[in-house]
């Protein structure tokens, strides 16, 4: 089974503060994702990567930068948290292979920027 | 704008009967669409997927049904088991990009 694993469930931040999240996958998947979260709004991507120390911007990048060093970690950095990136963050991974579409999510963290 | 929409946010069903839960999309170049459950606090789970090739996919209690022409796809659970009481989110992709449009989710109730 494919496991993705993030570095906390709950964070409370202050505005201004430096945040990273980090996400491990275990299956030697190619391609990661950040996603967040928000009511009404669906799973926006903010940065996907395709391989180590490749990246994409989403569509909601700003304010925002990723790092990927390794295959299995890809770390979302909030360069200065502000109070409208409180949200629920989640991690996927998928397998860089033709007619594999299905990604694999992480539990989520869950920040609140105060 | 709203490439992929889940336009009822809850629904609620009695134990062994069918759920069926709707979503739409605009983009008709999406060609592979996907199905996830979430429960509360955790991440969001692969549930069953289809190409726009097909117009049916089956597996086990979980059939998703693909009409291209009114951009529509259905995923019906039968018989509904109040396991399945999850959030259940659409998703679209166009094969070979990494640009998935997520619905919003519906929220499903199953009720013993």
């Known amino acids: 089974d494919v496991k993705v694993t993030q570095s906390s469930r709950y964070l409370v931040k202050r505005t201004g503060e430096k945040v990273f999240l980090e996400c491990v996958q275990d299956?030697?998947?190619?391609?990661m994702f950040w996603y967040r979260q928000d009511p009404g709004l669906g799973l926006r991507l903010i940065y996907f990567?395709?391989?180590?120390?490749?990246?994409e911007k989403g569509d909601i990048p700003e304010g925002y930068s990723v790092s990927r060093e390794k295959k299995e970690r890809f770390s979302l950095i909030l360069e200065s948290a502000s109070t409208n990136q409180t949200s629920m963050y989640l991690c996927?991974?998928?397998?860089?292979?033709?007619?594999?579409?299905?990604?694999?999510f992480g539990p989520g963290t869950r920040l609140t920027v105060t | 704008d709203q490439q992929v929409k889940q336009n009822s946010p809850s629904l609620s069903v009695q134990e062994g009967r069918i759920s069926i839960l709707n979503c739409d999309y605009t983009?008709?170049?999406?060609?592979?669409f996907l199905w996830y459950k979430k429960y509360p606090a955790e991440g969001p789970t692969f549930l069953i997927s289809?190409?726009?090739?097909?117009d049916k996919n089956e597996d086990g209690r979980f059939t998703v049904f693909l009409n291209k022409s009114a951009k529509h796809l259905s995923l019906h659970i039968v018989p509904s088991q109040p396991g399945d009481s999850a959030v259940y989110f659409c998703?679209?992709?166009?094969?070979?990009?990494?640009?998935?449009?997520f619905g919003t989710g519906t929220r499903l109730k199953v009720l013993a």
């Open positions: 996927a991974s998928r397998a860089n292979t033709f007619g594999a579409y299905e990604q694999y």
């Open positions: 299956m030697d998947h190619e391609n």
């Open positions: 990567s395709y391989d180590v120390k490749m990246k």
């Open positions: 983009n008709s170049m999406f060609d592979y």
């Open positions: 289809i190409s726009s090739i097909k």
């Open positions: 998703a679209a992709v166009l094969s070979g990009t990494y640009k998935y449009i």
